[in-house]
Nanobody
Framework: QVQLMESGGGVVQPGGSLRLSCTASRSGFVLGATAWYRQAPGKQRELVASINNFAITTYADSVKGRFTVSRDNAKNTVYLQMNSLKPEDTAVYYC????????????????WGQGTQVTVSS
């Protein structure tokens, strides 16, 4: 079952911005540590950014200074703000998240969404 959902992808010109969101598609799923990956045609899937339960973040060198990952726990959402987009950022973006540990959790994942397309083109 797909338990995560990405949104916010689209077509943007170089230098533009997009904000992606990752939310749970299953009721009761509270996002824990979450990562954003991307995969371009013919390329390996790569880790773009991550954010843990304490809001500590990491970034791939290729996106440092341009992308920001954040979370809003009240909305149970993780975001990826993408600025100064380049054509090489074109890819399908996926979120990957663990379910927040708790007494009602049997399998905390990680789980994947189905991806959202980001296209950067003139």
């Amino acid at each position: 079952q797909v338990q995560l959902m990405e949104s916010g992808g689209g077509v943007v010109q170089p230098g533009g911005s997009l904000r992606l969101s990752c939310t749970a598609s299953r009721s009761g799923f509270v996002l824990g540590a979450t990562a954003w990956y991307r995969q371009a045609p013919g390329k390996q899937r790569e880790l773009v950014a991550s954010i843990n339960n304490f809001a500590i973040t990491t970034y791939a060198d290729s996106v440092k200074g341009r992308f920001t990952v954040s979370r809003d726990n009240a909305k149970n959402t993780v975001y990826l703000q993408m600025n100064s987009l380049k054509p090489e950022d074109t890819a399908v973006y996926y979120c990957n998240a663990r379910e927040l540990p708790g007494p009602g959790i049997i399998d905390d994942g990680p789980y994947w969404g189905q991806g959202t397309q980001v296209t950067v083109s003139s």
